[in-house]
């Protein structure tokens, strides 16, 4: 029952086969039961040359239902494009959901585009070009035209016709808009709700016209927040005027999530996550960037210290802890920074309760700091047997976690208001920054009692 | 059209005014055509009092509607469930979808769930005494029983008619599951090929025999990627025999993947990100284990200084550049441990290419190290006009950043295959753990040229 993977493999062989001895009704007939999703693995399984024999036995419609499923940003996709005859992959362009072939096309240079559009028929060619015009990451960059809308004066058995007829191309058609004479949404009607009314009611009476709608320019985060709390499979998109423009469905959402979390992920790290299978010297440099930059900034470190150097050599000992207390607090920064970051994602109160948070870092930052200072405090003192060097790293310990969980949580809020995205503020940038106001606070308290923990 | 916030609160006002005033019908009125989740946001908006009306004037069918919505780890829930009479909370738990009602159960002590299940008819108590055995994160405990089945030698027209009457209280009637005597899954038919087909066409005929299903005990990553890839609003669940044993639905499924997306971001971070509006001590209780753990790793490293100290008090120039190693390795391996769990979660082929892995990991580290470290031999010798001291920190941070690299990929690989999460390998303990051994390398690097560098 379950295709297990041996089981498609064993499909795959079978339609490679089918492929390679020019066996074109066997093939189809196999190749055509698969999902959409198996057929676009076995597709991308394929060589160059078997990739040919595919394009001369599936229509464009056949190759588009299979190019809908498969993402947008595999790296082959050009190559696919660039070896069909350039009328065939116009046709199947025009085929696919309009959202799919937009995000296609976006992945491309402008050149192709324009030709691929001119070989297109009018009406496809228009409503991908009024895709292309919108931002990334808004509501008007995810949603597609291909949804069902009516007019709410009619029964529901003229709306089921309508449905019938539109099923084939529509991306859902399990919401159905209901639009006035202006085209503007005034209400919507789910197909449950659909068949279990009787035939001759009418639209208007079982309609729902508490429509929830996201605006075109909505960002894609705030899409999909009304996505998780309301749980619905697709949302009309309007535009100010409360003209419907569109639907999102529920799998682009998905990505939307998914997208959210890498990134979100790759700014705490520092890197970008998404360089998977890539060749060492390729990954190496999207590493790069940011390790150099924060090795400047961790110069200014090792000035400072250069500075303290003469203490250093007076007092050897103080070496032992810089990267203790320097490592502790850039954990504590780390943590800071993942809450705070979180936090702005998942609020929208940000604004509001800036006081109450930055007074709340600060007393999580003391308390923890605390806690960890008279850990270290007991630990020096006993190790050394000296309580007033205990002091001097128990205090910088607390003073420098207290500053870099501040830190943590300041930086991303105020690039939140600086208008960047918060993410941005990297773990490991955090973690090289706390470095420097560690060192800076260690040194100082260090001086203070320097001929206290010597003569000791 | 579009309800926005303002309206809403507008309309949260006039409800709480017709609770207060008694006006029933109003209220029930007004309630009811909101959205369960905008009816969800205006109850807990309520105070206890507000709410005892609430279980008055609502049935436990129409709260349970609601509460389905409601997260189920909203740390309001128990006392929502007290302060109702025990019969109302269990009949609203009977009327509740199964899975969110067992759900909701799992966040309880044992006693509580023991006397609603008591309260509640036989079926509904033993459908959700069923589903409280699957073991957490699993295709089982995401899975409803509320799914529609038919078996295939009927009519479309009959097929559309046991839909409509379980409709009511499928969760989705979207798919329908078709299914032989003994209730193994054969086939599934999409409301869309139901209507689109004529009425007296044989299900056998339409219904797709390539059934995508997941295990009962499939890790609930699995089914989330199975969603992913074949972009499915609802998934069958069945047994290793087939037998079909409820649905998994999309709304589930997005709860999934924001549950596993923190929980990696958590895990980079050190943290439990999930501690939001937390009073200080508690937020500071969440972070401390780690950062006490961390701290004790971190005093190895401080040993290990201290049995440097003779050669840090010769040349106290070795301390200016500890803390530029530690750190500068500290980030590249956070780099490469983010990659590798991101890598490890989203490919199944970690077995198969370890070998391949590995030797890329220490190609980057090498590119990475060779690069930084001549940055730094660079600065260093123009800054000190020292080269043979630069070449020292050169190579110290050169190899620092391979280690690190390496340990930042295989700690998680390891970790994946003794069993546990590899996102659990936080980003502050790969740091930490660097410190140790870059220090361990810079000091025996420093150790090996110490009279050459001192001498210039």
């Known amino acids: 029952m379950d295709e297990n993977q ?51 036995y599936l229509s464009p419609k056949e190759l588009a239902d299979m190019f809908d499923v498969i993402e947008e940003d595999d790296e082959h996709m050009e190559e696919y494009l660039n070896e069909m005859r350039p009328q065939y992959a116009a046709d199947m362009l025009a085929e696919m959901y309009t959202d799919n072939a937009v995000d296609l096309l976006n992945e491309l240079d402008k050149k192709p585009v324009t030709k691929y559009l001119s070989l297109m028929d009018a009406e496809h060619a228009n409503d991908i070009r009024e895709l292309l015009h919108y931002e990334d990451d808004t509501a008007g960059s995810l949603m597609t035209t291909e949804f069902v809308s009516i007019v709410a004066n009619q029964t529901v058995r003229s709306a089921m016709y309508v449905l019938k007829k539109e099923a084939q191309i529509a991306e859902t058609i399990y919401y159905t808009y209901v639009v006035n004479d202006d085209n503007q949404l005034v209400g919507v009607i789910s197909l449950r709700d659909l068949i279990i009314n009787d035939d001759d009611t009418m639209v208007s009476e079982v309609m729902s016209e508490r429509v929830i709608a996201v605006n075109v320019g909505d960002d894609q985060e705030d899409v999909a927040q009304t996505f998780r709390d309301y749980d619905f499979l697709a949302l009309p998109v309007t535009d100010y005027e409360d003209h419907l423009l569109g639907i999102v469905t529920v799998d682009d959402i998905i990505d939307v999530i998914d997208d ?12 970008n996550v998404e360089e998977v299978n890539e060749n060492p010297v390729k990954a190496a440099s999207r590493r790069l960037p940011w390790l150099i930059t924060l090795l400047f900034l961790g110069m200014t470190t090792a000035t400072l210290i250069n500075h303290y150097e003469a203490l250093v050599s007076k007092a050897s000992i103080l070496a032992v802890f810089i990267s203790l207390i320097t490592g502790t607090a850039g954990n504590a920064g780390t943590q800071s920074l993942a809450v705070a970051v979180r936090r702005l994602a998942i609020s929208d109160d940000s604004e509001k309760n800036f006081g109450k948070l930055v007074v709340g870092e600060i007393l999580t930052g003391l308390v923890t700091g605390l806690v960890t200072g008279i850990t270290i405090f007991i630990i020096v003192g006993i190790w050394k047997h000296n309580f007033i060097l205990g002091f001097v790293i128990g205090a910088a310990m607390m003073a420098a976690i207290t ?8 930086i ?3 690039m939140e208001r600086l208008g960047f995205d918060p993410a941005v503020a990297s773990g490991p940038f955090i973690t090289t920054l706390s470095d420097l106001t560690s060192v800076l606070i260690y040194f100082n308290i260090a001086s203070l009692f320097m001929e206290r923990f010597i003569g000791q």
Chains 1, 2 share one sequence.
């Not at 086969?17 to 597709?43: C, I």
């Not at 959210?260 to 890197?271: F, I, K, N, R």
Request: net charge negative; hydrophobic share 40%; glycine share 6%.
């Open 260 to 271: 959210e979390a890498a990134s979100d992920y790759s700014g705490l790290a520092g890197v």
């Open 412 to 414: 991303p809020m105020i």
């Open 6 to 56: 041996e089981e498609l493999e064993l499909h795959f062989q079978q339609l490679r086969e089918e492929l390679d001895q020019n066996n074109l009704p066997a093939f189809r007939d196999h190749f055509l039961e698969m999902h959409f999703y198996d057929q676009g693995q076995f597709y991308q399984s394929l060589n160059p040359k078997e990739r040919q024999l595919i394009y001369s």
């Open 403 to 410: 500053v870099a969980t501040l830190a943590g949580s300041w």
